[in-house]
C-alpha cells in the first residue's frame, strides 16, 4: 500500500476489529448498567423512598 513491510500491516490491521469489539463490549455493559439504575430508581419511587 505505501510499500511498507508486510509485518507493519500485521501489526495495524486488527486495532479497528479490537476498538470495534471493545466499544460493543462497553455499550452492552453500560446499557445493563443504565437499565439497573433505572429499575432501582422506579422501584424507590414506587416504594417511597428518596
Known sequence: MFNLPL???W???PWPF???AYAL???FRLKKQDEWEEA???AKVEKGDE
Open 25 to 27: 463490549i462497553m455499550y
Open 11 to 13: 501489526w495495524f490491521f
Open 40 to 42: 432501582v430508581a422506579s
Open 7 to 9: 509485518e507493519t500491516v
Open 18 to 20: 479490537i476498538w470495534l
